[in-house]
């Protein structure tokens, strides 16, 4: 719900970028409406309801270069994360299959505002599990080749850029060379309600409006 009155064109945008949110990232059965001046309600499968609170939510996405990664050996998971400046470097904690590791981050190469769409998929195919893909801004993959092309050059883990949400490494996968063509793909051990979560997160970008959550209501189907 809103926290302060807001316009009807600005609720019914908000909806309607919500729906945007969920139809992209794959999620049937959900329902989205301005019930009053002042609240939106989701609704949708009960086992979603961390997804469903999330396509409400913004998400800082960002691409930095690696400087250095160090596992941190009895670590099991990493803490709560705050996204520092886009202009300075960041000391951020990253987790891929059991692994907990610290890392230090440049500056932010290329922003989530300069990706278009992030859609959940699955790689039956190849064996990979649930990832998502994206697709940049015309400015975005220029940035992405760019910086993709730097890393390339450099010796491990340099040549690594880290896939940063909300201050928590996703994913610092290595590069051998330029990335082109304006598309990129989060990788991980992602279950598909958290490919699904991200896509939602990363789409659309900044609602018109800020969401809080006012209220969860669960129904069980016997």
């Given at each position: 719900?809103?926290?302060?009155?807001?316009?009807?064109?600005?609720l019914?945008r908000?909806?309607?970028?919500?729906?945007?949110?969920?139809?992209?990232?794959?999620?049937?059965?959900?329902?989205?409406?301005?019930?009053?001046?002042?609240?939106?309600?989701?609704?949708?499968?009960?086992?979603?309801?961390?997804?469903?609170?999330?396509?409400?939510?913004?998400?800082?996405?960002?691409?930095?270069?690696?400087?250095?990664?160090?596992?941190?050996?009895?670590?099991e998971?990493?803490?709560?994360a705050?996204?520092?400046?886009s202009?300075?470097?960041?000391?951020?904690?990253?987790?891929?299959?059991?692994?907990?590791?610290t890392?230090?981050l440049?500056?932010?190469?290329?922003?989530?505002?300069?990706?278009?769409?992030?859609?959940?998929?699955?790689?039956?195919?190849?064996?990979?599990?649930?990832?998502?893909?994206?697709?940049?801004?015309?400015?975005?993959?220029?940035?992405?080749?760019?910086?993709?092309?730097?890393?390339?050059?450099?010796?491990?883990?340099?040549?690594?850029?880290?896939?940063?949400?909300d201050?928590?490494?996703?994913?610092?996968?290595?590069?051998?060379?330029?990335?082109?063509?304006?598309?990129?793909?989060?990788?991980?051990?992602?279950t598909?309600?958290?490919?699904?979560?991200?896509?939602?997160?990363?789409?659309?970008?900044?609602?018109?409006?800020?969401?809080?959550?006012?209220?969860?209501?669960?129904?069980?189907?016997?």
């Open positions: 719900m809103p926290q302060e009155p807001v316009s009807s064109q600005a019914e908000t909806a309607e970028l919500i729906r945007d949110r969920a139809a992209k990232a794959g999620l049937g059965g959900v329902k989205v409406t301005v019930e009053d001046k002042n609240q939106i309600t989701v609704s949708g499968p009960a086992a979603r309801q961390e997804t469903l609170e999330a396509l409400g939510q913004p998400a800082e996405l960002a691409f930095r270069p690696v400087l250095s990664a160090t596992p941190e050996a009895g670590v998971s990493c803490p709560d705050v996204e520092g400046p202009s300075e470097p960041l000391t951020a904690c990253g987790e891929y299959q059991g692994t907990v590791s890392y230090q440049g500056p932010v190469a290329v922003a989530g505002t300069d990706v278009s769409e992030a859609e959940a998929a699955y790689g039956a195919e190849r064996g990979s599990g649930w990832y998502v893909n994206l697709d940049f801004t015309a400015a975005g993959g220029a940035k992405f080749a760019d910086i993709t092309g730097q890393l390339s050059t450099q010796v491990a883990p340099q040549n690594q850029f880290a896939i940063v949400l201050g928590l490494v996703l994913s610092a996968p290595q590069v051998n060379g330029p990335i082109t063509g304006g598309k990129a793909e989060i990788s991980g051990s992602f598909k309600q958290e490919a699904q979560q991200l896509a939602a997160q990363v789409n659309t970008g900044a609602l018109p409006v800020h969401l809080s959550v006012s209220s969860v209501t669960k129904v069980r189907v016997d």
